[in-house]
Protein backbone atom coordinates (compact mmCIF):
# COMPACT_ATOMS: atom_id res chain seq x y z
CA UNK A 1 0.00 0.00 0.00
CA UNK A 2 1.34 3.80 -0.85
CA UNK A 3 0.00 6.38 0.81
CA UNK A 4 0.16 9.59 -1.05
CA UNK A 5 -0.34 12.99 0.87
CA UNK A 6 -2.60 15.74 -0.55
CA UNK A 7 0.19 18.43 -0.07
CA UNK A 8 1.93 16.43 -2.42
CA UNK A 9 -0.19 16.12 -5.83
CA UNK A 10 0.50 17.92 -8.89
CA UNK A 11 -0.99 20.90 -10.10
CA UNK A 12 -1.49 21.84 -14.09
CA UNK A 13 -3.60 23.34 -16.26
CA UNK A 14 -6.66 21.65 -17.91
CA UNK A 15 -6.37 20.31 -21.36
CA UNK A 16 -8.44 23.07 -22.58
CA UNK A 17 -7.10 25.70 -20.22
CA UNK A 18 -9.87 27.13 -18.86
CA UNK A 19 -9.19 25.72 -15.56
CA UNK A 20 -6.54 23.86 -12.90
CA UNK A 21 -6.60 20.03 -12.20
CA UNK A 22 -4.91 18.61 -8.99
CA UNK A 23 -3.35 15.33 -10.20
CA UNK A 24 -3.76 12.60 -7.48
CA UNK A 25 -1.66 9.66 -9.04
CA UNK A 26 -1.36 8.41 -12.73
CA UNK A 27 -0.67 5.50 -14.60
CA UNK A 28 2.27 4.56 -15.92
CA UNK A 29 4.35 7.19 -13.67
CA UNK A 30 4.48 10.14 -15.57
CA UNK A 31 2.34 10.01 -18.18
CA UNK A 32 1.20 13.32 -19.80
CA UNK A 33 -3.03 13.72 -20.47
CA UNK A 34 -2.34 11.75 -24.06
CA UNK A 35 -1.26 8.88 -23.33
CA UNK A 36 -2.20 7.97 -19.47
CA UNK A 37 -3.32 4.47 -18.98
CA UNK A 38 -5.70 5.46 -15.72
CA UNK A 39 -5.73 9.06 -14.37
CA UNK A 40 -7.30 10.13 -10.81
CA UNK A 41 -7.29 14.15 -10.48
CA UNK A 42 -9.51 16.73 -8.21
CA UNK A 43 -10.35 20.00 -10.39
CA UNK A 44 -12.21 23.19 -9.40
CA UNK A 45 -14.94 24.62 -11.57
CA UNK A 46 -14.96 28.45 -11.14
CA UNK A 47 -17.46 29.03 -14.61
CA UNK A 48 -19.73 27.66 -16.94
CA UNK A 49 -18.17 26.21 -20.07
CA UNK A 50 -17.03 23.25 -21.83
CA UNK A 51 -15.15 20.52 -20.45
CA UNK A 52 -11.45 18.90 -22.09
CA UNK A 53 -12.75 15.93 -24.74
CA UNK A 54 -10.65 12.85 -23.86
CA UNK A 55 -10.25 10.28 -27.03
CA UNK A 56 -10.77 6.60 -26.27
CA UNK A 57 -11.37 7.87 -22.39
CA UNK A 58 -13.74 7.03 -20.16
CA UNK A 59 -14.70 8.91 -16.86
CA UNK A 60 -16.18 9.39 -14.09
CA UNK A 61 -17.14 12.62 -12.01
CA UNK A 62 -17.90 13.45 -8.30
CA UNK A 63 -18.58 16.12 -6.24
CA UNK A 64 -16.39 16.83 -3.63
CA UNK A 65 -16.95 20.60 -2.60
CA UNK A 66 -20.00 23.46 -3.48
CA UNK A 67 -23.62 23.01 -4.49
CA UNK A 68 -23.32 21.14 -7.71
CA UNK A 69 -23.51 21.37 -11.75
CA UNK A 70 -25.96 20.69 -14.39
CA UNK A 71 -23.97 18.44 -17.00
CA UNK A 72 -24.90 18.36 -20.59
CA UNK A 73 -23.09 15.29 -22.13
CA UNK A 74 -23.84 15.11 -26.03
CA UNK A 75 -26.63 11.99 -26.56
CA UNK A 76 -28.04 12.27 -22.78
CA UNK A 77 -30.60 14.42 -21.02
CA UNK A 78 -28.89 16.96 -18.57
CA UNK A 79 -28.00 15.51 -15.26
CA UNK A 80 -27.86 17.65 -11.79
CA UNK A 81 -24.33 16.50 -10.12
CA UNK A 82 -24.15 17.58 -6.58
CA UNK A 83 -22.19 15.91 -3.31
CA UNK A 84 -25.39 13.75 -2.87
CA UNK A 85 -25.40 12.17 -6.06
CA UNK A 86 -23.48 8.98 -7.01
CA UNK A 87 -20.61 9.07 -8.88
CA UNK A 88 -21.27 9.54 -13.14
CA UNK A 89 -19.32 7.42 -15.20
CA UNK A 90 -19.81 8.81 -19.02
CA UNK A 91 -17.59 8.84 -22.17
CA UNK A 92 -15.15 11.68 -22.12
CA UNK A 93 -14.89 11.99 -25.96
CA UNK A 94 -18.75 12.96 -25.45
CA UNK A 95 -19.19 16.98 -25.85
CA UNK A 96 -19.77 17.96 -22.71
CA UNK A 97 -20.51 21.28 -20.98
CA UNK A 98 -21.58 22.16 -17.36
CA UNK A 99 -23.35 24.99 -16.00
CA UNK A 100 -22.76 25.61 -12.02
CA UNK A 101 -26.04 25.20 -9.93
CA UNK A 102 -24.29 28.27 -7.31
CA UNK A 103 -20.43 29.45 -7.33
CA UNK A 104 -17.38 27.13 -8.12
CA UNK A 105 -17.35 23.55 -7.23
CA UNK A 106 -14.60 20.74 -6.49
CA UNK A 107 -14.91 17.09 -8.59
CA UNK A 108 -13.23 13.89 -8.68
CA UNK A 109 -12.48 12.51 -11.85
CA UNK A 110 -11.44 9.44 -12.44
CA UNK A 111 -10.71 8.38 -15.80
CA UNK A 112 -9.66 4.96 -17.82
CA UNK A 113 -7.98 3.85 -21.43
CA UNK A 114 -11.43 2.57 -23.02
CA UNK A 115 -10.15 -0.95 -24.43
CA UNK A 116 -7.53 -1.25 -21.50
CA UNK A 117 -9.02 -0.82 -17.99
CA UNK A 118 -12.16 -0.48 -16.48
CA UNK A 119 -12.83 1.89 -13.64
CA UNK A 120 -15.81 1.85 -10.42
CA UNK A 121 -16.32 4.86 -7.96
CA UNK A 122 -18.28 4.11 -5.13
CA UNK A 123 -19.05 6.39 -2.01
CA UNK A 124 -17.98 5.58 1.58
CA UNK A 125 -19.38 6.20 4.79
CA UNK A 126 -17.51 5.44 7.71
CA UNK A 127 -18.34 6.08 11.26
CA UNK A 128 -17.26 3.73 13.31
CA UNK A 129 -15.22 0.13 11.92
CA UNK A 130 -16.24 -0.68 8.02
CA UNK A 131 -14.37 -3.83 6.45
CA UNK A 132 -14.19 -3.46 2.68
CA UNK A 133 -13.99 -6.28 0.25
CA UNK A 134 -11.78 -5.69 -2.80
CA UNK A 135 -11.82 -7.04 -5.92
CA UNK A 136 -9.49 -8.18 -8.66
CA UNK A 137 -7.50 -5.23 -10.04
CA UNK A 138 -6.14 -1.74 -7.91
CA UNK A 139 -7.71 -0.21 -5.52
CA UNK A 140 -7.68 3.75 -4.25
CA UNK A 141 -8.86 4.93 -1.43
CA UNK A 142 -9.57 8.62 -1.33
CA UNK A 143 -10.49 10.27 2.45
CA UNK A 144 -12.66 13.05 1.35
CA UNK A 145 -13.54 14.53 4.48
CA UNK A 146 -12.36 13.46 8.32
CA UNK A 147 -9.98 11.01 8.84
CA UNK A 148 -9.38 7.32 8.28
CA UNK A 149 -7.51 4.55 9.62
CA UNK A 150 -6.57 1.55 7.21
CA UNK A 151 -5.85 -1.86 8.48
CA UNK A 152 -4.37 -4.20 5.95
CA UNK A 153 -2.73 -7.41 6.65
CA UNK A 154 -1.12 -5.99 10.02
CA UNK A 155 -0.25 -2.75 8.96
CA UNK A 156 -1.54 0.40 10.03
CA UNK A 157 -2.34 3.69 7.54
CA UNK A 158 -3.67 7.11 8.22
CA UNK A 159 -5.00 9.03 5.62
CA UNK A 160 -6.05 12.90 6.79
CA UNK A 161 -8.85 14.78 3.85
CA UNK A 162 -7.62 14.49 0.38
CA UNK A 163 -5.29 11.88 1.07
CA UNK A 164 -5.25 8.57 -0.86
CA UNK A 165 -4.14 5.15 -0.52
CA UNK A 166 -3.37 3.15 -3.57
CA UNK A 167 -3.65 -0.44 -3.03
CA UNK A 168 -1.92 -2.09 -6.23
CA UNK A 169 -2.95 -5.84 -7.20
CA UNK A 170 -5.39 -6.42 -4.78
CA UNK A 171 -6.14 -10.19 -5.27
CA UNK A 172 -9.73 -9.99 -3.52
CA UNK A 173 -8.36 -9.07 -0.02
CA UNK A 174 -10.44 -7.33 3.06
CA UNK A 175 -9.61 -4.31 4.67
CA UNK A 176 -11.21 -2.68 7.81
CA UNK A 177 -11.69 1.18 7.83
CA UNK A 178 -12.15 2.86 10.99
CA UNK A 179 -12.84 6.94 12.14
CA UNK A 180 -15.06 9.37 10.66
CA UNK A 181 -14.99 10.31 7.16
CA UNK A 182 -16.52 10.34 3.93
CA UNK A 183 -14.47 8.71 1.10
CA UNK A 184 -14.70 6.87 -2.48
CA UNK A 185 -13.20 3.93 -3.14
CA UNK A 186 -11.70 3.63 -7.27
CA UNK A 187 -11.53 0.00 -8.35
CA UNK A 188 -9.24 0.09 -11.24
CA UNK A 189 -8.75 -3.15 -13.48
CA UNK A 190 -6.96 -4.27 -17.15
CA UNK A 191 -9.33 -5.43 -19.55
Known sequence: MRILRASDYKRMPWKNGGGETVEITVSPEGAGLADFDWRVSMATVATDGPFSVFPGID??????????MTLFIEGHEPVLLTQESDPL??????????????????????????????????????????????????????????????????????????????????GGRRIVLSGSAGAFLIEIKAT
Do not use: W
Not at 59 to 68: A, D, F, K, M, W
Open 89 to 170: PFAADAPTSATLVDGAITDLNVMTRRGRYVHSVKRRAVDGRMELQLHTGIALLLCDQGSLRIDDSGESFSLSARDCAVIGET
Open 59 to 68: RTLSILEGEG
